[in-house]
């Protein structure tokens, strides 16, 4: 019986407390993104790690868990959503446990790596669990919980991992989730019923998945090593190449595979398109905010962890409160305005900074853009999803989710690039020089979302 039935006889009597343990489960997927920059200096010290490595540590969770995360939606479809949420725990479990464990940068890469493939299965195949175990109003509420985890988790993570890397060390950011991931797998294996698997006699597209993951791997790749290389380098340019080459082969093996991992139809659709750009740039920026902050507090200015984390706690509340106001006012004065609003504030906090860079000018300039970047997150969500099929919302959904992670992944890149001087040496002018970036990207993409974005209907 599948959980549709199950919901049209009657509520699953467990439903809230099931949605409780899965949205601690999903809360610990997003803290693995922030938790981990505040911990990066000091595992640049214990590990001798690199400039590219530290970027790689938080790139290579995002691209893991940004190009597997549709596979992994499918493969709940096809065996169930019960047992890929907890298979995907306990791979994210114990690849959290080799990850603490780490002697080098190799093995903590590895066990990044490995984390995003965990969360790749476990996140879309909660959120399924969670769309069929609520129905009608309670479903509305459970769907609002579950995303108030994204601006609750980066204000968490900061916080988290300023106090567990000041306190037992920088390994405890990933020992913490081992007991709590245990916990979880066995609550939600007595909890949730059996299912029958949602797809009968589909296959999954595991050639679209590489296809698109290794992609964005060269093209992260080539953003890490152009702060060495040089941006007009050919060796960056090959890079850059092989990736269009990629996308390009992707794009084609969807539009003939007998069960394709996206339907790139929808992002041909200008609502779509338009969400997952500001999505994308959104994210890009947040982890942009956390990586120059955490090098510039830590590396430049010598301050604790702790510290840091405290620092960045009004970049938090900054990002929750602007996407708090944009949901409530996006109804009545459309996408199109809040996007535009939502990056030229952005583009504004940005330049503090860059202008004038002083830990007081950091702190206020960061959290005016994260402001920004909170309303983007909503208006791309809203723009995304707002004009889909109710057959299309799943598929739009995991695209949106998509871009986000990849915009994880090539924020840090960029910026470790741009502002290399100032993580390898002690020059302050890479500092600048990533906020200049970040506040001209802004602009730009200002513009573009002011033509891209529909106007309210």
């Known amino acids: 019986m599948t959980y549709e039935a199950v919901a049209e006889q009657a509520p699953h009597p467990l439903r809230w407390r099931i949605l409780g343990f899965l949205g601690v489960a999903q809360l610990m997927l997003i803290l693995d993104v922030t938790v981990v920059a505040i911990a990066l200096p000091h595992i640049e010290t214990d590990l001798g790690a690199s400039r590219e490595a530290l970027t790689w540590t938080v790139s290579a969770y995002a691209l893991a868990f940004g190009g597997l995360m549709l596979l992994g939606g499918r493969l709940a479809d096809l065996v169930g959503a019960k047992r890929v949420v907890l298979a995907g725990l306990l791979v994210f479990t114990v690849a959290s446990l080799v990850t603490g464990l780490a002697g080098s940068s190799g093995t903590l890469i590895g066990g990044r790596v490995a984390q995003g493939v965990g969360a790749a299965l476990l996140s879309p195949s909660a959120l399924s669990l969670v769309v069929t175990l609520f129905d009608g109003d309670e479903r509305n509420k459970a769907l609002g919980i579950w995303s108030a985890l994204g601006g609750g988790g980066a204000a968490l993570g900061v916080l988290l991992g300023g106090v567990l890397t000041a306190g037992p060390g920088w390994p405890w950011v990933f020992f913490v989730n081992v007991p709590i991931g245990l916990v979880i797998a066995a609550a939600l294996a007595w909890m949730l019923p059996r299912q029958s698997p949602a797809v ?13 993951t290794a992609s964005s791997g060269s093209l992260i790749y080539a953003f890490i090593t152009a702060g060495d290389r040089g941006w007009l380098s050919g060796g960056t340019g090959l890079l850059v190449l092989l990736a269009a080459v990629g996308y390009v082969a992707f794009v084609a093996w969807q539009r003939r595979a007998r069960s394709p991992l996206m339907d ?8 779509v398109a338009t969400g997952t750009f500001l999505i994308l740039l959104a994210t890009a920026l947040m982890i942009a905010v956390f990586f120059l902050g955490t090098f510039y507090f830590q590396h430049a200015r010598g301050y604790g962890a702790l510290r840091t984390g405290l620092l960045f706690l009004p970049v938090a509340l900054a990002t929750m409160a602007g996407a708090n106001l944009t949901g409530r006012v996006i109804g ?20 503090v900074p860059a202008f004038t860079i002083h830990p007081a000018t950091v702190v206020v300039g960061v959290s005016v853009a ?21 057959h299309e919302a799943g598929i739009a959904s995991g695209i949106v989710s998509t871009f986000h992670e990849f915009g994880a992944a090539s924020g840090a890149a960029v910026v470790s690039s741009v502002a290399a001087a100032s993580l390898v040496g002690d020059t302050l002018s890479g500092f600048t020089n990533g906020f200049v970036f970040a506040a001209v990207a802004a602009t730009v993409a200002a513009a573009v979302a002011a033509a891209l974005t529909p106007p309210k209907p």
């Open 264 to 271: 790139v139809r929808l992002l041909a659709r200008r609502p």
């Open 370 to 390: 994260a402001a920004g970047t909170g309303a983007l997150f909503v208006v791309a969500s809203a723009t995304a999803l707002g004009q889909v099929a109710p």
């Open 200 to 212: 009968a006699g589909g296959r999954l597209d595991v050639l679209g998945a590489l296809l698109v």
């Open 332 to 351: 009545r004065l459309g996408a199109r305005p809040l996007a535009v609003a939502g990056l030229v504030v952005a583009a504004a906090g940005m330049a």
